[in-house]
């Protein structure tokens, strides 16, 4: 949550930051990466009872090792998109770098939108937790 709301209020100017600070931060994993990158075939589950609960939509238990697993991957599977984006937009002779604010702001929206279109293969993962 701190990261986000840092996000939100350097987006909107309310507090003076650099960019390059942005990019310390990690995208804001909370239920909707996940649930892109599965059904974008970003990532895949293995475990196949982990697979099954979020197919089910049962919960998942806060702090349990699939829940970290999920996230960790979103965030690593975000700071690779990023790379690539900046990299092609590098190739393009694109000056413009994307910071991962601003590639979590686009992904989530992304997820949102594909969702509310019932675009996705995948529901996403039911956690209860304070921390997102």
Same mark, same amino acid.
């Given at each position: 949550?701190?990261?986000?709301?840092?996000?939100?209020?350097?987006?909107?100017?309310?507090?003076?930051?650099?960019?390059?600070?942005?990019?310390?931060?990690?995208? @804001?994993?909370?239920?909707?990466?996940?649930?892109? @990158?599965?059904?974008?075939?970003?990532?895949?589950?293995?475990?196949?009872?982990?697979?099954?609960?979020?197919?089910?939509?049962?919960?998942?238990?806060?702090?349990?090792?699939?829940?970290?697993?999920?996230?960790?991957?979103?965030?690593?599977?975000?700071?690779?998109?990023?790379?690539?984006?900046?990299?092609?937009?590098?190739?393009?002779?694109?000056?413009?770098?994307?910071?991962?604010?601003?590639?979590?702001? /686009?992904?989530?929206?992304?997820?949102?939108?594909?969702?509310?279109?019932?675009?996705?293969?995948?529901? /996403?993962?039911?956690?209860?937790? @304070?921390?997102?």
């Amino acid at each position: 949550r701190p990261q986000l709301c840092a996000s939100m209020l350097a987006a909107d100017d309310l507090i003076p930051v650099d960019k390059d600070s942005m990019n310390n931060l990690t995208v @804001f994993s909370d239920y909707r990466l996940p649930q892109l @990158f599965l059904s974008m075939g970003i990532l895949k589950l293995i475990d196949t009872e982990l697979e099954n609960s979020i197919r089910r939509q049962a919960f998942i238990e806060a702090g349990s090792k699939e829940e970290i697993a999920l996230r960790a991957a979103s965030v690593l599977a975000a700071e690779r998109v990023c790379q690539i984006v900046n990299e092609r937009g590098a190739e393009q002779g694109d000056g413009a770098k994307s910071s991962i604010a601003d590639i979590d702001y /686009f992904l989530w929206r992304t997820c949102v939108k594909l969702d509310n279109e019932d675009r996705l293969s995948y529901p /996403f993962h039911r956690t209860r937790t @304070f921390c997102y």
